[in-house]
């Protein structure tokens, strides 16, 4: 495939290898409705390093975009700074290709990769704060574990001043251009809220940590390259700032209401209590399982106040659609958040019970009982549905 993919130059010694996956619409049950890249730098230094590799069936475009500036074979050194296989899918064949003389992983990232290949001696442990000696240049590594695998690290090149952050300040857009200035704000801050929603949000605490370890380091960064979407140059005070918030958890005045429906009895529920919240000066969102994703869900709860689930009863249970969504945000654990359950039912009407057991689990607070309506609801369950949304909205706005 020589010849057919370019390198595309960031600094005078740094070159983006990467690959783009213009078609990819679900990673690991997130929608990747823009597709998403898979990026590995190659520095060429006195020793030449490759930071991270590229999904395994992309290995022909990460390797053609290498040859475009060197031999692959000429690579002395490899840096896998994470060892999830979208980034080290294709790091044994290329080990194999390149016969580097070291490759460098996390403590932990050295477990994973062993776990991951079955192959003892793959890589050698970097510690943390450890550094790698390119002859004319040097990279020291920060572990960032639990951001978002316990082998997570992030990698500084001091020379160039650039950060290869691996996952964070990612973001999954299959990339037409490699910096942040050729996109959108709006474009930009969509896609970094969404992948912090489902990737990050859970380890916010952490992540708070960890900014105020990289901003304590007191080093100058001129470029963050993440392993997914653009490489910051413009945006980088802007997308730290982001991330502040985002860990921070600084609520809007908004709610989301997310669920199914069988027959539309709990949508007509789901619309009228998004006209009380309307009513109430509260912005909402409002997802209907089916039409929406469960990580668009997450998304709109980045910054929400208050969550409002709806389900009918089927067999006794939640609705399949909603169980899936549950499941999911559970796992994301957003903090700080009212919630309320509502859905209609026939005859035995589990759904709400079981909503609001799952709700509590998830240390929502729940604001009151929640609502059940037998088969169809009545213009009078309408307006009880109307007023609990209203009500919701003032408690949410005196929060
Ligand atoms: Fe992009 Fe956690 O892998």
């Known amino acids: 495939m020589n010849g057919a993919f370019k390198a595309v130059q960031l600094t005078d ?55 475009s500036v060197i031999e692959p074979s000429k690579i002395d050194c490899i840096v896998s700074n994470h060892s999830e296989m979208d980034h080290s899918g294709s790091l044994p064949t290329v080990i194999e290709a390149v016969k580097p003389g070291a490759v460098f992983a996390s403590a932990m990232g050295q477990k994973a990769l062993e776990a991951h290949f079955h192959t003892a001696d793959l890589v050698t442990e970097i510690a943390d704060g450890g550094e790698i000696d390119l002859g004319n240049m040097t990279i020291t590594c920060y572990e960032t574990r639990m951001l978002h695998w316990p082998d997570s690290m992030v990698s500084y090149l001091h020379e160039e001043k650039i950060l290869f952050s691996q996952d964070a300040f990612g973001m999954h857009l299959a990339l037409h251009e490699l910096f942040d200035d050729s996109y959108p704000l709006w474009l930009l801050e969509h896609e970094a809220a969404k992948y912090y929603a489902n990737i990050l949000m859970p380890f916010s605490h952490l992540v708070l940590k960890a900014l105020e370890r990289i901003t304590g380091l007191g080093i100058e960064i001129d470029l963050i390259a993440p392993d997914h979407g653009p490489v910051w140059r413009k945006n980088i005070e802007w997308i730290l700032g982001r991330y502040g918030a985002w860990a921070r958890r600084e609520p809007k005045n908004k709610a989301v209401i997310f669920y199914d429906t069988m027959w539309g009895s709990t949508d007509l529920m789901a619309r009228s209590i998004a006209d009380g919240l309307r009513e109430g000066g509260t912005e909402v969102a409002v997802l209907k399982l089916g039409s929406a994703h469960r990580s668009d869900i997450a998304t709109e709860l980045l910054d929400a106040s208050a969550v409002i689930v709806g389900s009918p009863t089927i067999n006794n249970q939640i609705f399949p659609t909603v169980a899936d969504a549950l499941t999911y945000i559970k796992g994301l654990k957003p903090k700080g958040l009212v919630g309320m359950a509502f859905g209609s039912y026939g005859w035995s009407g589990e759904s709400v019970k079981h909503l609001e057991a799952t709700l509590g689990e998830m240390k929502i607070d729940l604001a009151g009982e929640g609502i059940r309506v037998k088969y169809v609801p009545t213009a009078g369950d309408l307006a009880a549905c109307r007023a609990r949304g209203i009500e919701l909205a003032a408690r949410i706005s005196r929060k």
């Not at 929608?31 to 490759?50: H, Q, S």
């Open 13 to 67: 010694t740094v070159y983006w290898v990467g690959a783009v996956d213009w078609n990819i619409r679900n990673f690991h049950g997130y929608a990747t409705d823009r597709g998403t890249t898979y990026n590995a730098f190659l520095v060429m230094a006195d020793t030449i390093t490759l930071i991270d590799t590229v999904k395994e069936p992309f290995i022909d475009e990460m390797m053609s975009r290498i040859a």
